[in-house]
């Protein structure tokens, strides 16, 4: 079998990482091979995100990342015309004991990195929630808001291409720690650095080409998307870490709602919805909106799966290198909603990846 050599960088899978990172590289002038995996990617998590986008996050190295992004979003008026920007808002209500004291690090590094972006008041002063802890904490972000993260990867996708990069939907059945990779379709090629961004898949397919796994997880998501007569006017987007719900508008009447999963290790590919969680949304929504009619006879339940990174370690959309000196990289891990971050750590994973593997 003839082997195609030197032939760059290769990304394997593409979602939204993928997609940003493979953007990123050709903009920097590399040559980027992005294989799709072909169909997998009508059930990947970029398929059905829901693409919250704030600047907070209670960790402070997410919250930097976040903050980041968004301000590149806001920043550049294509960027956010490609991904479909919706800006409506956002709240995040903190776990119940939290202290202005504890939060106030991380909202000066948000503030000093997007200006009067978010705000820090007292939840119960929130009308669209009910039944809050008393002493509950919320941080507001008025542009908060919204990307499609499919409508994201199609775009950069097609700016790949543009740029002269390639992009194939081909299944990568074997990779070696030099870069070797082949194809179904019995292609031999070496690439000069190879990143895994396969998302959920990531784990397995390492495993199955018996590379190590980086203790890599994927965990089943879910949402409903229902309709409402009594949204109330000016909600936008929230997390309530008092109940686990999360949400935001989905137009003037309908609303994405979702709780999180227990369900670990998950085959993306065969994945089922879980009617007691969904219960359990339309529960917490009555309780704590007051959306006593949602979801509404037309709702809509949307699964998927999604990789995080394993507990303990350094969780986040990053750069993770496999074996030692071999070119081999992970790209994923984002331990859920990586659209708020992706921009920013793209960006980090490019420099590095370049760094690690310079051009021969």
Known sequence: MELRDDLGIAVIGGGLAGAVLAWRLTRMGHPVTVLTGGA???????????????????????????????AELRADAGLRELAGYREFGSSYLLPSGSTAARIRPVLDLVDELLPGAA?????????????LPSDTLAVVEPAAGCLSPARLRTGLLAAVEAAGGTVRAETVTALAPDGELRTVAGGAE???????????????LLRSWRLPDQGLRAKQIQYTIGT?????????????????????????????LGLPTDRWDVDPAALTPLPELAAQVAACAAERLGLADWPGPDA??????????????????????????APLFTFTGGTGGAAKTVLANSRDAAAALVEACPPS
């Open 40 to 70: 997998t990617v009508t059930r990947d998590a970029t398929a059905v995100s829901g693409g919250l986008l704030r600047a907070f996050e209670t960790d402070p190295v997410t919250a930097r990342a976040a903050a980041l992004s968004l």
């Open 119 to 131: 705000e820090l008041v007292d939840a119960t002063e929130l009308k669209t929630f009910r039944g």
């Open 190 to 204: 070496r690439y000069r650095a190879v990143v895994v961004a396969a998302g959920p898949w990531t784990p397995r």
């Open 228 to 256: 409402t007569d009594r949204l109330p006017p000016g909600m936008g987007a929230f997390v309530d870490e008092t109940s686990g719900l999360y949400g935001r508008p989905d137009g003037p009447h309908r609303m994405l």
């Open 300 to 325: 809509r339940t949307a699964t998927a799966a999604d990789c995080w990174a394993a507990p303990g370690g350094t969780g986040g959309l990053l750069l993770r290198r496999l074996p030692a000196d």
